[in-house]
Antibody
């Protein structure tokens, strides 16, 4: 079964850091571009970051640029999101999502994980 | 970049057809045939229903169809069923990032 499982979400104070992980199974992870997409409570999804299959090309939404870092370990079938300088507006469910289409920088998300909740509050 | 505009809610009776609109600009919806639609049930992850305006992924019912005219894309659900009650989000490729819509709650009466 094709599956993505996120972990690492937590309650963190403003200015703090958190590292999210996403474990992939059931498909050849190293062949797919991957993304992080977040969804604040009661709101629509927001694309956060994209990484190519090799990790050589990375994009970020302006709202997280300079604070978040996406990475992957194809040997471990895992995707990561390092989040620093967290703000209240970063509070959301964070999903990892597989890209159906290659080469468009995070466009069609055909497989999603169950999500992990990040709450930024004092 | 602003979110794509969707109606907050759409409703219909079982068996009827409903259409959800998604309005953007020439920089997103109108500029590319790269519009997707996602269905989301409460507490669940979004599920891809349509991509590239009108393509259905394997396993998605043919009751779901997509189209586009100018800066507005549309999702039509025909033969509405109780299980179709959910939130629906459109998304569009742009050169900067993928934009999502504001979301539409579909209620089956």
């Amino acid at each position: 079964e094709v599956q993505l499982v996120e972990s690492g979400g937590d309650l963190v104070q403003p200015g703090g850091s958190l590292r999210l992980s996403c474990a992939a199974s059931g498909f050849t992870f190293s062949s797919y571009e991957m993304n992080w997409v977040r969804q604040p409570p009661g709101k629509g999804p927001e694309w956060v970051s994209y990484i190519t299959s090799s990790g050589s090309i990375i994009y970020y939404a302006d709202s997280v640029k300079g604070r978040f870092t996406i990475s992957r370990d194809n040997a471990r079938n895992s995707l990561y999101l390092q989040m620093n300088s967290l703000r209240a507006e970063d509070t959301a469910v964070y999903y990892c999502a597989r890209d159906l289409k290659q080469g468009r920088g995070g466009d069609v998300f055909d497989i999603w994980g169950q999500g992990t909740m990040v709450t930024v509050s004092s | 970049q602003s979110a794509l505009t969707q109606p907050a809610s759409v409703s219909g009776s079982p068996g009827q057809s409903i259409t959800i609109s998604c309005t953007g600009t020439s920089s997103d919806v109108g500029g590319y045939n790269y519009v997707s639609w996602y269905q989301q049930h409460p507490g669940k992850a979004p599920k891809l229903m349509i991509y590239e305006v009108s393509n259905r992924p394997s396993g998605v019912s043919n009751r779901f169809s997509g189209s586009k005219s100018g800066n507005t894309a549309s999702l039509t659900i025909s033969g509405l069923q109780a299980e179709d009650e959910a939130d629906y989000y459109c998304s569009s490729y742009t050169t900067i990032s993928t934009l999502f819509g504001t979301g539409t709650k579909v209620t089956v009466l």
